[in-house]
């Protein structure tokens, strides 16, 4: 849909913290170059898309993102009278290191993490915190960099006070380290997903053109005949060694469509599922 409304706070001419109401379902690419960031959802949920996976999130939790491409795709709230918003603080180094005191950045950095995203739950303190940024969203002219650069120090404390195990404090540690994977990785992260070859693409940072043809000249296939093989391959899988459903297996091998499914089956394996499964 749209976007209805972007607010922002600023420190040091950069956009920290931001407030966007919009029309779900809502998809939007983003890359994070050189910095990471928080997403607080309110009266949405969604899926955030990363070049090593999904990572799901619902009402009631934030979550961190370390450098990198993601695609956002956030979905119709349950209280649909309500827009659906979400708040976005901005981490750069220069900012967490003014911030944060020696000791507790110290800690920080003896940490590591492989992860790209940390889910947050919302408990009382965060509701707090997320109310009190409103309220300085509303009342715009009570803005200034020292209060600003208080509030970011204010989540930041808060991350750091999370009783273990800390996703967030982990992945804190390597905040700002781009990960690069190759086309192939990339792909098999995300071939179960509901993602599209232009989403994957955007993964990639490339335009689709772009990523067809590195893609088709890595593997030999175009990105949407591998992930149709990748799909069918693990379904056969499943149907030889699970009783599930045959229309669940369908839709955890990523078809939308179990009769399409079928026909794909087929098409390949010269048999249709059931067939497979009882031959």
């Not at 590591?112 to 940390?118: E, G």
């Not at 992260?189 to 890595?218: C, G, Q, V």
Request: charged fraction near 25%; hydrophobic fraction near 40%.
């Amino acid at each position: 849909m749209a976007i209805l409304s972007q607010r922002h706070m600023e420190l040091g001419g950069q956009q920290v913290i931001s407030h966007v109401t919009f029309e779900p379902p809502l998809v939007i690419s983003s890359e994070l170059d050189r910095h990471g960031c928080f997403i607080f959802p309110i009266n949405t949920s969604g899926e955030i898309y990363r070049q090593d996976g999904k990572t799901k999130v619902e009402a009631d939790q934030g979550v961190l993102m370390k450098c990198g491409t993601y695609v956002n795709k956030w979905n119709h709230p349950e209280n649909a009278d309500l827009p659906s918003e979400v708040v976005i603080l901005r981490f750069y180094p220069q900012i967490i290191e003014a911030a944060i005191d020696a000791k507790n950045l110290q800690a920080i950095k003896n940490r590591m993490s492989n992860r790209s995203t940390a889910l947050v739950e919302m408990d009382i303190l965060m509701k707090k915190y997320l109310e009190s940024l409103s309220f300085y969203f509303d009342n715009p002219r009570l803005v200034n960099d020292e209060l600003v650069n208080l509030k970011f120090t204010e989540l930041l404390l808060l991350l750091v006070s999370i009783r273990e195990p800390n996703a967030a404090l982990d992945l804190l540690s390597t905040l700002f380290d781009s990960q690069k994977f190759s086309l192939k990785e990339i792909v098999d992260s995300n071939a179960f997903e509901k993602i599209s070859i232009d989403e994957l693409a955007s993964l990639a940072n490339m335009s689709t053109p772009t990523f067809k043809r590195k893609f088709k000249e890595s593997m030999g296939e175009s990105p949407g005949q591998y992930i149709k093989k990748l799909r069918l391959r693990t379904a056969a899988n499943m149907l030889d060694t699970s009783k599930e459903l045959i229309s669940a297996i369908a839709y955890e091998c990523g078809f939308s469509d179990p009769n399409y499914f079928s026909k794909s089956f087929q098409s390949v394996y010269g048999l249709s599922p059931k067939q497979y499964r009882n031959r």
